[in-house]
Protein backbone atom coordinates (compact mmCIF):
# COMPACT_ATOMS: atom_id res chain seq x y z
CA UNK A 1 0.00 0.00 0.00
CA UNK A 2 1.35 3.28 -1.12
CA UNK A 3 2.19 5.86 2.15
CA UNK A 4 1.54 9.36 2.19
CA UNK A 5 2.50 11.44 -0.91
CA UNK A 6 3.53 14.78 -0.75
CA UNK A 7 5.12 16.87 -3.78
CA UNK A 8 6.89 18.83 -4.03
CA UNK A 9 9.69 17.64 -1.95
CA UNK A 10 11.97 20.49 -2.46
CA UNK A 11 10.76 23.76 -3.57
CA UNK A 12 13.00 27.20 -3.38
CA UNK A 13 10.90 30.35 -4.38
CA UNK A 14 11.14 33.85 -4.34
CA UNK A 15 9.52 36.10 -1.47
CA UNK A 16 5.98 37.55 -2.92
CA UNK A 17 5.73 33.98 -5.32
CA UNK A 18 2.58 31.81 -4.36
CA UNK A 19 3.45 28.27 -3.08
CA UNK A 20 1.14 24.98 -3.36
CA UNK A 21 2.13 21.93 -1.87
CA UNK A 22 0.14 18.82 -2.70
CA UNK A 23 -0.74 15.92 -0.40
CA UNK A 24 -2.40 12.25 -1.41
CA UNK A 25 -3.42 10.28 1.83
CA UNK A 26 -3.79 6.68 2.29
CA UNK A 27 -6.02 4.95 0.23
CA UNK A 28 -9.35 4.47 2.92
CA UNK A 29 -7.94 7.14 5.32
CA UNK A 30 -10.67 9.99 6.28
CA UNK A 31 -8.55 12.61 8.06
CA UNK A 32 -5.94 14.47 6.97
CA UNK A 33 -3.42 16.73 8.92
CA UNK A 34 -1.23 19.39 7.59
CA UNK A 35 1.89 20.26 9.95
CA UNK A 36 4.84 22.90 9.81
CA UNK A 37 7.87 22.19 11.43
CA UNK A 38 11.11 24.71 11.93
CA UNK A 39 13.64 24.90 14.85
CA UNK A 40 12.28 27.38 16.51
CA UNK A 41 8.32 26.47 17.12
CA UNK A 42 8.70 22.67 16.23
CA UNK A 43 5.77 20.67 15.12
CA UNK A 44 2.85 23.34 14.67
CA UNK A 45 -0.39 21.60 13.37
CA UNK A 46 -1.83 23.99 11.10
CA UNK A 47 -5.34 22.44 9.56
CA UNK A 48 -6.92 19.25 9.73
CA UNK A 49 -9.64 17.62 8.05
CA UNK A 50 -12.30 14.78 8.30
CA UNK A 51 -14.40 13.47 5.64
CA UNK A 52 -13.18 16.28 3.29
CA UNK A 53 -14.44 18.68 5.76
CA UNK A 54 -11.55 21.30 7.73
CA UNK A 55 -12.39 20.83 11.22
CA UNK A 56 -9.93 23.35 12.65
CA UNK A 57 -7.69 25.72 10.78
CA UNK A 58 -6.75 27.23 14.16
CA UNK A 59 -3.12 27.00 13.30
CA UNK A 60 -3.35 28.67 9.99
CA UNK A 61 -0.98 31.56 10.53
CA UNK A 62 -2.33 33.93 8.59
CA UNK A 63 -4.68 34.69 5.57
CA UNK A 64 -1.61 34.25 3.66
CA UNK A 65 -2.43 30.82 3.96
CA UNK A 66 -4.94 28.43 2.47
CA UNK A 67 -5.77 24.71 2.36
CA UNK A 68 -8.17 22.78 0.22
CA UNK A 69 -9.43 18.88 0.12
CA UNK A 70 -11.79 19.03 -2.81
CA UNK A 71 -11.79 14.99 -2.66
CA UNK A 72 -10.56 11.79 -0.59
CA UNK A 73 -7.49 11.54 -2.60
CA UNK A 74 -6.03 15.21 -2.58
CA UNK A 75 -5.26 18.15 -0.65
CA UNK A 76 -3.50 21.20 -0.89
CA UNK A 77 -1.76 23.71 1.53
CA UNK A 78 -1.15 27.41 -0.45
CA UNK A 79 0.99 30.36 0.54
CA UNK A 80 0.26 33.55 -1.03
CA UNK A 81 2.26 35.76 -0.98
CA UNK A 82 4.97 33.42 0.27
CA UNK A 83 7.29 35.50 3.29
CA UNK A 84 11.28 33.98 4.05
CA UNK A 85 9.49 33.02 7.44
CA UNK A 86 7.25 30.79 5.58
CA UNK A 87 10.84 28.87 5.26
CA UNK A 88 10.16 25.47 7.08
CA UNK A 89 9.22 21.01 6.34
CA UNK A 90 5.34 21.08 5.99
CA UNK A 91 4.27 17.45 6.94
CA UNK A 92 0.89 15.92 5.54
CA UNK A 93 -0.30 13.10 7.72
CA UNK A 94 -3.40 10.55 7.23
CA UNK A 95 -5.56 8.44 9.40
CA UNK A 96 -8.60 6.76 9.72
CA UNK A 97 -11.49 6.24 12.24
CA UNK A 98 -10.20 4.82 15.39
CA UNK A 99 -7.25 4.69 13.54
CA UNK A 100 -4.08 3.90 16.55
CA UNK A 101 -2.17 6.23 14.48
CA UNK A 102 -1.36 8.81 11.65
CA UNK A 103 0.97 8.31 8.98
CA UNK A 104 3.49 11.13 7.31
CA UNK A 105 4.44 12.03 4.18
CA UNK A 106 7.69 12.88 3.87
CA UNK A 107 7.47 16.50 3.74
CA UNK A 108 7.97 19.52 1.55
CA UNK A 109 11.09 21.41 2.13
CA UNK A 110 10.37 25.04 1.60
CA UNK A 111 12.33 27.86 1.21
CA UNK A 112 11.79 31.17 0.50
CA UNK A 113 14.19 33.40 -0.07
CA UNK B 1 -6.95 22.29 26.19
CA UNK B 2 -4.51 19.66 25.43
CA UNK B 3 -1.31 20.07 26.17
CA UNK B 4 1.73 17.77 25.80
CA UNK B 5 5.22 18.40 27.20
CA UNK B 6 8.36 17.27 26.80
CA UNK B 7 11.20 18.67 29.07
CA UNK B 8 13.97 16.92 28.19
CA UNK B 9 15.47 18.82 25.09
CA UNK B 10 18.44 16.47 24.51
CA UNK B 11 19.55 13.13 26.06
CA UNK B 12 23.25 11.38 25.36
CA UNK B 13 22.87 7.56 26.53
CA UNK B 14 25.86 4.92 26.29
CA UNK B 15 24.69 1.80 23.41
CA UNK B 16 22.99 -0.63 24.95
CA UNK B 17 21.86 0.77 27.58
CA UNK B 18 18.24 1.43 28.91
CA UNK B 19 17.16 4.92 28.17
CA UNK B 20 13.67 6.86 29.42
CA UNK B 21 12.22 9.37 27.77
CA UNK B 22 9.60 11.61 29.23
CA UNK B 23 6.09 12.89 28.44
CA UNK B 24 3.47 14.60 30.26
CA UNK B 25 0.53 15.60 29.22
CA UNK B 26 -3.11 17.73 29.87
CA UNK B 27 -6.16 17.07 28.88
CA UNK B 28 -10.20 17.46 30.36
CA UNK B 29 -10.75 14.59 28.11
CA UNK B 30 -11.06 10.92 29.64
CA UNK B 31 -10.98 9.46 25.98
CA UNK B 32 -7.42 10.18 24.44
CA UNK B 33 -4.82 8.56 22.82
CA UNK B 34 -0.63 9.11 23.43
CA UNK B 35 1.55 8.74 20.64
CA UNK B 36 5.39 8.38 20.13
CA UNK B 37 7.20 8.96 16.90
CA UNK B 38 10.86 9.06 16.00
CA UNK B 39 12.55 11.45 13.36
CA UNK B 40 15.59 10.77 12.30
CA UNK B 41 18.02 12.75 10.86
CA UNK B 42 16.60 12.14 7.32
CA UNK B 43 13.78 13.94 8.18
CA UNK B 44 10.69 11.54 8.12
CA UNK B 45 8.60 10.83 10.71
CA UNK B 46 8.50 7.67 11.76
CA UNK B 47 5.47 6.18 13.83
CA UNK B 48 6.89 3.96 17.15
CA UNK B 49 3.98 3.18 19.70
CA UNK B 50 0.50 4.08 20.75
CA UNK B 51 -1.40 4.05 24.07
CA UNK B 52 -5.18 4.41 24.31
CA UNK B 53 -6.34 6.00 28.10
CA UNK B 54 -8.73 2.76 28.48
CA UNK B 55 -5.73 0.53 27.84
CA UNK B 56 -5.52 -1.46 30.85
CA UNK B 57 -1.56 -2.88 30.02
CA UNK B 58 1.13 -0.49 28.91
CA UNK B 59 2.11 -0.75 25.16
CA UNK B 60 5.14 -2.53 23.75
CA UNK B 61 6.35 -2.51 20.38
CA UNK B 62 9.58 -5.00 20.69
CA UNK B 63 12.45 -2.91 22.03
CA UNK B 64 10.07 0.02 22.41
CA UNK B 65 7.59 0.47 25.38
CA UNK B 66 5.23 3.01 27.12
CA UNK B 67 4.94 3.73 30.77
CA UNK B 68 1.52 4.73 31.07
CA UNK B 69 1.00 6.47 34.34
CA UNK B 70 -2.40 7.91 34.25
CA UNK B 71 -2.89 9.82 37.36
CA UNK B 72 0.11 11.46 37.38
CA UNK B 73 -0.75 11.96 33.50
CA UNK B 74 2.47 10.60 32.02
CA UNK B 75 3.36 8.59 29.17
CA UNK B 76 7.41 8.04 29.09
CA UNK B 77 8.79 6.23 26.22
CA UNK B 78 11.31 3.09 27.24
CA UNK B 79 13.93 1.70 24.84
CA UNK B 80 15.93 -1.09 26.33
CA UNK B 81 19.02 -2.51 24.99
CA UNK B 82 19.60 1.38 22.89
CA UNK B 83 21.52 1.36 19.64
CA UNK B 84 23.42 3.58 17.39
CA UNK B 85 20.76 4.19 15.08
CA UNK B 86 18.12 4.76 17.74
CA UNK B 87 19.87 8.32 17.84
CA UNK B 88 17.56 10.74 16.71
CA UNK B 89 14.24 12.96 17.85
CA UNK B 90 11.74 11.72 19.66
CA UNK B 91 8.12 13.25 19.75
CA UNK B 92 5.31 12.82 22.00
CA UNK B 93 2.13 13.46 20.96
CA UNK B 94 -1.83 13.44 21.74
CA UNK B 95 -5.23 13.10 20.18
CA UNK B 96 -8.67 13.49 22.54
CA UNK B 97 -11.07 11.06 21.58
CA UNK B 98 -9.99 8.44 19.42
CA UNK B 99 -12.24 10.28 16.52
CA UNK B 100 -10.62 10.81 13.24
CA UNK B 101 -12.12 14.34 13.54
CA UNK B 102 -9.76 15.40 16.72
CA UNK B 103 -6.83 16.98 16.21
CA UNK B 104 -2.88 15.42 17.17
CA UNK B 105 -0.90 17.44 19.11
CA UNK B 106 2.69 17.19 19.30
CA UNK B 107 5.44 18.29 22.19
CA UNK B 108 8.64 20.00 21.50
CA UNK B 109 10.76 16.78 21.23
CA UNK B 110 14.02 15.13 22.51
CA UNK B 111 16.79 14.83 20.89
CA UNK B 112 18.75 11.10 22.01
CA UNK B 113 22.23 10.71 20.83
CA UNK B 114 23.42 7.06 21.35
CA UNK B 115 27.50 7.02 22.61
CA UNK B 116 29.05 4.03 20.79
Known amino acids: DAGVIQSPRHEVTEMGQEVTLRCKPI?????LFWYRQTMMRGLELLIY????????DSGMPEDRFSAKMPNASFSTLKIQPSEPRDSAVYFC???????????FGEGSWLTVV | AQKITQTQPGMFVQEKEAVTLDCTYD???????LFWYKQPSSGEMIFLIY??????QNATEGRYSLNFQKARKSANLVISASQLGDSAMYFC?????????????FGSGTRLSIRP
Open chain 1, 93 to 103: ASGRDRGNTIY
Open chain 1, 27 to 31: SGHNS
Open chain 1, 49 to 56: FNNNVPID
Open chain 2, 27 to 33: TSDQSYG
Open chain 2, 51 to 56: QGSYDE
Open chain 2, 93 to 105: AMREGYSSASKII
